[in-house]
């Protein structure tokens, strides 16, 4: 609330107590900076409410900070029920991707936005299309990211350099070498002593070939 809206909330508690507005006219203007600061996040139609609801139960005078606390663990719950959802723009456009996330969160805080629930994602008229964003996405990571962390995910990084160059990705199909059979997306390997097997440094040349004509 602004200051020039403290005097609106003033009056309406002074409704049901008279005893909190203050008479003395410094006084006043004391009073309005006061819960003015106190009170500057929270909306006056809240503000509003938590008074009835203050006074359905007590016969105390209210204190701003009985305002400023019922607002605050109100935020904690929409933002605790929020999932948060990915914002629909470019994820390597950082400061779209940021200023949307912002804006959402700020917008649930304030109750200007009801909170994106995780059932809401996962039932309900929205299940197919979040089902259907999902499968697009991915389980995407930017790029930025992907080349910070190449140097601790070396299989990864090789995947990615060969698909950047356009080369077939060998990890798309399974190996058909007899000895390795390598799933989708598994090194290929070659057996060792007893039961042990030992992994390649890339993929069986047969791999790459058999990926290139699924591809073509």
């Given at each position: 609330m602004t200051p020039d809206q403290i005097p609106q909330l003033i009056a309406q508690i002074a409704l049901a107590d008279a005893r909190v507005r203050r008479e003395d006219p410094t006084e006043q203007r004391a009073q309005v900076l006061m819960w003015a600061g106190i009170l500057a996040d929270v909306p006056l139609d809240y503000a509003v409410r938590a008074v009835q609801k203050h006074y359905a139960k007590s016969t105390w005078p209210i204190l701003p900070a009985d305002i400023a606390t019922q607002w605050a663990a109100a935020v904690r719950d929409r933002m605790s029920r929020d999932v948060d959802p990915a914002p629909p723009?470019?994820?390597d456009d950082e400061a779209a991707y940021?200023?949307?996330?912002?804006?959402?969160?700020?917008?649930?805080?304030?109750?200007?936005?009801?909170?994106v629930e995780h059932h809401a994602l996962t039932a309900g008229p929205a299940a197919a299309e979040a089902e259907r964003r999902r499968a697009a996405i991915g389980k995407y990571i930017p790029i930025a990211v992907d080349d910070a962390l190449?140097?601790?995910?070396p299989q990864r990084a090789a995947r990615l350099a060969v698909l950047r160059e356009g080369r077939p990705d060998a990890l798309a199909v399974p190996c058909p070498v007899e000895t390795c059979r390598a799933a989708v997306g598994a090194a290929c390997t070659?057996?060792?002593?007893?039961?042990?097997?030992?992994?390649?440094?890339?993929?069986?040349?047969?791999?790459?070939?058999y990926a290139a004509e699924r591809a073509a």
């Open positions: 723009v470019d994820p940021r200023a949307h996330l912002t804006a959402h969160r700020r917008a649930v805080a304030t109750g200007q936005e009801p909170p190449s140097a601790h995910r070659r057996p060792g002593k007893g039961q042990t097997r030992h992994r390649l440094a890339g993929p069986h040349p047969s791999r790459t070939d």
